[in-house]
């Protein structure tokens, strides 16, 4: 609870007007209208002077909305203080025994406020042991707290009512006075704030006036029924701009930028009440309606429709615009992606199998190597170990090293680098002809007239009418007789003799001169060399050979 100004309330804390000071009014009328009362913003307080059981003041604080005081701090007790004014008598607050005994060691003893908590900040009991039953609790003069019996009635009570806002008290007008009234009952003329539905009677003026909401929203403000300022003289006619009296005849004026309420007196944005649907801009005295971006202003000047913007303005998007309210989205084709603001091609290479690395081509994906490696030949998604010289260093791990196919691996002197060498596969007589080697691998290859059938055989060329070329001798038979052989000239005979035995005599000195260089003996040794189309090929030792 807020500390309050006490010389200000002391001012306020009057007995109702014409009413004796120490008179002792009848139970119902005290009940009715407190004997004191004071309001500070949100917070009222009144002091009822009626003899009352406990449940019968709570009612009498619950009629007008409020509930028996909480004192919860010393701030309460100062105000208790104030409402008193030093009379006699104990009067019931707002603390009940809700268990069946009280609890000495705490600091409310068990009891709990109206309001339904126990929280507080400040008690003042008066001595007390334990006690049993139906239990409240009272206040005297002496600002000390005792239990008593719910059922025994006190000398009066304390309430308190709360408020969400509340009005100021009319600022002071030379020869103008007002009396006010709460809603609770409570007259007087020096109170400090006024809850919601109080009056303030202004007798010079023949004003009545009342709390209320204004007509623009803001707050509650001094207002009346009537439509229009009154005299400008008290609280500036009510008006919430300015206040004038041309002619004598008070009347009200707003800002630039605002109009006057339907009560005369508050002003308002020209927008206020205004039925458009997104914006309204104040335009001299009345408003104009805008809509969002997306959006245009419907032909009844107010709603807003919204804006094909895929129609209206083509290219928005790269592929497909789809329309949405307000606005639009920009979609991708099928196999296409967003990416930013642009559409990009998906990725085959999300989904593929590649062991190393992925390339997106037109139409699907490749997948390729790291160095050291190659492409499986049956399995393009896999690598394997490569090589593509006659040697290379073995890939090796803690505790062996590898060779890629085609190679072995050469075992390694001292901190020598373990290295692969490639195996000369034409050595071991893979191929029926020729042969090249390859790092890893080797190529068969077939002489003219034969054609390679697998990775190491050939086969004899078929001939293009599907023979073997396997064929006889035939003699055609003379389709006429042949002519008459004549008589050679003599001299012609001696001329093929004489050439046939030339003939024979050089085919004599040839084979002569051959069996003589095969039978000598060797001199040295002779290598034959494989057939110039082999890479590599190992050499092999011939020995000469003569018939016995």
Known sequence: MRRLPLLLLLAGLQPAPGEPEAAEPEPAEAAAAPSGAQCLEHDCFAVFWAPLPFAAASTACERHGGHLMTVRSTVAEEAIALLLQNRSGRLWLGLRLPTACTQPEQRLRGFQWVTGDSRTDYANWGPSGRRCGRRCATVSRELRWEERGCEEPADGFLCEYNYPDSCPRLPPADGLSAAYRTPFGARGGEFLALPPGSTALVPALGLELRCAAAAGGGGLRWGRSEHGAWSCRLAAGGCEGSCAEPGGRPSCSCPAGKALGPDGRSCASPCAGAPCQHHCVPNDGTFLCMCEAGYRLAPDGSSCEDVDDCTESPGLCEQACLNTEGGFECRCHNGYEMVGEHCQPVSSCYAAPCEHRCEDVPGGYRCSCMPGYAVHAQEPSRCVLHCDHSQCPAECSSNSCYCPEGFLLEEASGNDTVMCVDIDECEMDYCDHNCTNQPGSYTCHC??????????????????????????????????????????????????????????????AVGYHLAKKRCRPPASMDYKCGSPHEKEMGLQQVTAGCAA
């Open 447 to 508: 002489l003219d007239g034969y054609v390679l059938v697998d990775r190491n055989h050939c086969q004899k060329t078929p001939l293009e009418d599907g023979s073997s070329g396997d064929f006889e001798l035939w003699t055609p038979g003379p389709s006429r007789s042949p002519p008459k052989m004549e008589h050679l000239h003599p001299g012609a005979l001696v001329g093929i003799a004489v050439g046939v035995l030339c003939a024979a005599l050089v085919l004599l």
